[in-house]
């Protein structure tokens, strides 16, 4: 059995929620015929990290807990793909988000790791 996660209290949580609006603001550059396609695809990607790790902080168990947070990471890399393809594509410098992914997959990773002891 776990401890109650409050998710609004998970510095994951916050950080990836802070990214989600930083990719709103990037795929806001990206041309409007790319609204339903790229744009689309890349804001419910980031959407779907700290909707993970909020949708896992209330299962009840670190097992289920855990199932969320390797959603959320995979959407990460999902995030990661897709901001080196806008930086290729339409020269949208995109370093610091990608930064910033990298830093929270080592953070998930680590409260995945916590989880587990």
């Known amino acids: 059995m776990s401890k109650a996660?409050?998710?609004?209290?998970?510095?994951?949580?916050?950080e990836s929620l802070a990214l989600v609006k930083e990719i709103y603001l990037i795929t806001s550059q990206l041309p409007s015929e790319e609204k339903f396609g790229?744009?689309?695809?890349?804001?419910?990607?980031?959407v779907?990290?700290?909707?993970?790790i909020a949708e896992g902080s209330g299962r009840t168990s670190?097992?289920?807990?855990?199932?969320?947070?390797?959603?959320?990471?995979?959407?990460?890399?999902?995030l990661e793909t897709q901001?080196?393809?806008?930086?290729?594509?339409?020269?949208?410098d995109s370093r610091k988000q990608i930064d910033c992914v990298h830093?929270?997959?080592?953070?998930?990773?680590?409260?995945?790791?916590?989880?587990?002891?």
């Open 5 to 14: 996660h409050n998710f609004r209290e998970l510095k994951i949580w916050k």
């Open 38 to 46: 790229f744009v689309s695809q890349i804001n419910r990607c980031a």
């Open 48 to 52: 779907s990290i700290p909707s993970n």
């Open 62 to 78: 670190n097992k289920e807990f855990i199932h969320f947070l390797n959603i959320a990471i995979s959407s990460s890399y999902e």
């Open 83 to 92: 901001l080196i393809l806008i930086e290729d594509i339409f020269q949208i």
């Open 103 to 117: 830093d929270l997959q080592l953070k998930i990773g680590a409260f995945k790791r916590s989880l587990n002891n």
